[in-house]
């Protein structure tokens, strides 16, 4: 396969500290061949859109444990809306409820990885749902 290898920005929005799961699904990607950015903790919803639309990428990861993931998330694909950048695909993961994907979808996050997901799982969604493969040209 020729195609350039995905572009993923894996970001910690917010004031959560933990990053631990970001840096393990970060170098899981990495490790499959893709080109990861990780943007470090405490970034705003701005920061990572700009980092996303900056580095080309093709889907941006956050992860989220300080239970403000409906705001961080809102705000992250209303930014990439504004900006004309709809197209990178948003997954996330952490400590987020259950009752609380469905809204999360209907925001455009594309699927949540709770606890317990493997990085295999993630990689493998990643592989299936990002990228040149998923959309007609």
């Known amino acids: 396969m020729s195609a350039a290898p995905l572009r993923i920005v894996v970001a910690k929005p917010g004031l959560d500290g933990h990053d631990r799961g970001a840096k ?3 170098r899981a990607l990495r490790d499959a061949g893709m080109e990861v950015i990780y ?3 405490h970034q705003t919803p701005e ?5 996303a639309i900056q580095e080309d990428a ?3 990861g956050l992860s989220v444990l300080s239970g403000a993931h409906m705001t961080q998330f809102a ?3 209303e930014l990439l809306r504004e900006r004309d950048a709809a197209d ?3 997954f996330g993961g952490g400590i987020i409820p259950e009752e609380d994907l469905p809204e999360l979808s209907r925001m455009g996050v594309a699927t949540v990885f709770t606890p317990g ?3 295999t799982e993630i990689v493998d969604w990643v592989r299936s ?3 040149a493969d998923t959309a007609d040209a």
């Open 39 to 41: 943007t470090g903790l």
């Open 24 to 26: 393990v699904v970060a």
């Open 88 to 90: 990178i695909v948003v």
């Open 75 to 77: 705000k992250v694909t």
């Open 117 to 119: 997901a493997t990085t």
């Open 47 to 51: 920061q990572i859109v700009e980092a």
């Open 58 to 60: 093709d889907a941006v």
């Open 129 to 131: 749902n990002v990228g």
